[in-house]
């Protein structure tokens, strides 16, 4: 049987807001969800309800409003018979939905399907989601996973084909779990990298991010809700009791257009991480992405039955490609799961026309572009993660709806949509333009 060509049709999202004390924090993001996924509908009117054949959904923390795996589906009036599933790749989880149901429709298991991702974060990254009851001596974390084997420890054999630079010996010591700030931290000392060099390459994200919001580059990517504006006490704590007024949340919330080096430079490291090598900490919260509550969705189809349809699709699914690396040094997966996908769509670095990286560190992105040779020019030209935000679970398809997007209106063949893991992975997915 051959493999059918598949393709993203349209995708929207919510705005990004921050986490815990954003405009979101008031309201259920199953509704939210729901009118969103009733706007792809709206925008797309020659597709039908009962067209749609799966809906996938990716919630990496287990928030308990979407626990019912039928939840958003139901509320968006989507047929009560359209089986569901959950998909974690806790940072990529909703492109590993988006991945499966590419994978399912391929296959010529159905012709539709919905990749939905959303995620309400807290302040802390980390935190939130379902209260898990108290761990028993049999339940609790098993710290015996960080008793590494000498070939967990060192480099793979096959290191050398995705990466040009050594792991310090002093990182491939480490044998305890690292907090996602910590191993941006050993990122950076593996690569000599200096506070200026991230410090710039966040300022200028924000900027480039702020600049295609000046220019309405958003407008078709990011909805209008209306939303109830959340009340806080002193402390920051949403008091449910209070009912606020209803507002329009129609752009993302970390966007700081007036970014400067002198300001980021004004900011400490962040606190809790430490250097095994005896080296500055150069972390910071403005060179990092924020915790975010947000929404993405995406409406998928073969390219035969789009075509067929006389939709007009913003993409095509090239390749992919997931990978490990070591946990302390989870920015780098972007690398090897990047040279997977490139390889699987017989193409080379420098064909790759725009990138969608996700900026979950300034650290990473500019190690991953150290090692694989693709045009920082064509690198998240519209600003990144920093200034939009990082909802894990809503995280992967907004890469893919970003980069299928931009591939649509530069004109541009190839696009990339790549992102590191918590736990030490990377995904990557290639799409391909249907008009170039």
């Known amino acids: 049987m051959k493999a059918r060509n598949v393709v993203i049709v349209?995708?929207?999202r919510s705005a990004f807001t921050k986490g815990g004390r954003g405009l979101l924090e008031a309201t259920?993001?199953?509704e939210a969800g729901a009118k969103l996924v009733n706007m792809l509908f709206e925008r797309n009117p020659k597709m039908k309800k009962n067209m749609i054949e799966e809906f996938g959904i990716a919630n990496a923390r287990g928030d308990v409003e979407l626990a019912s795996l039928s939840a958003v589906s139901r509320l968006a009036g989507i047929p009560i018979e359209v089986p569901g599933f959950y998909a974690d790749r806790h940072c990529a989880s909703s492109m590993e939905v988006a991945l499966r149901i590419a994978m399912a429709i391929s296959l010529g298991q159905y012709d539709c399907g919905i990749a939905f991702g959303a995620e309400r974060m807290t302040r802390v990254m980390g935190a939130g989601g379902s209260t898990p009851p108290e761990p028993t001596r049999v339940t609790g974390y098993n710290m015996k996973i960080w008793d590494h084997t000498p070939e967990q420890r060192n480099m793979p054999p096959d290191y050398g084909d995705y990466f040009k630079?050594?792991?310090p010996d002093y990182l491939m010591d480490v044998q305890e779990p690292n907090a996602m700030v910590q191993t941006a931290q050993n990122v950076a000392e593996m690569y000599n990298q200096t506070r200026e060099e991230l410090d710039t390459f966040a300022m200028k994200s924000q900027q480039r991010l702020a600049a295609a919001y000046d220019e309405g580059m958003y407008k078709d990517e990011v909805m209008p809700l209306e939303?109830?504006?959340?009340?806080f006490d002193d402390n920051g704590v949403w008091l449910q009791e209070e009912t606020g007024p209803m507002l329009t949340l129609d752009?993302?919330?970390s966007v700081r257009g007036n970014t400067t080096l002198e300001g980021l430079g004004k900011l400490g490291p962040v606190g809790g991480i430490k250097s095994y090598g005896g080296k500055e900490l150069i972390i910071t919260a403005g060179n990092s992405c924020?915790?975010?509550c947000g929404i993405s969705v995406l409406l998928m189809m073969s390219e035969e039955?789009?075509?067929?349809?006389g939709l007009d699709p913003l993409a095509r699914f090239?390749?992919?490609g997931n990978a490990g690396v070591k946990q302390c040094l989870m920015g780098i997966g972007p690398v090897p799961s990047t040279v997977k996908a490139l390889k699987m769509a017989g193409l080379e670095a420098e064909q790759i026309d725009r990138v969608e990286f996700n900026e979950a560190f300034a650290c990473q992105v500019i190690a991953t572009l150290n090692e694989v040779a693709i045009p920082k020019e064509n690198v998240n030209v519209n600003g990144g993660s920093i200034g939009i935000g990082h909802p894990i679970g809503a995280t992967g398809a907004r890469l893919l709806m970003t980069v299928a997007k931009e591939l649509k209106r530069s004109g541009k063949k190839y696009g990339l949509a790549t992102q590191c893991i918590g736990g030490g992975q990377g995904a990557s997915t290639i799409l391909e333009s249907l008009d170039s």
């Open 305 to 309: 039955k789009a075509l067929k349809l």
């Open 251 to 253: 752009k993302d919330e």
């Open 165 to 167: 630079t050594p792991i």
């Open 227 to 231: 939303v109830e504006q959340p009340i």
């Open 10 to 12: 349209d995708g929207v």
């Open 318 to 320: 090239k390749s992919w």
């Open 28 to 30: 259920r993001m199953d």
């Open 290 to 292: 924020p915790t975010n």
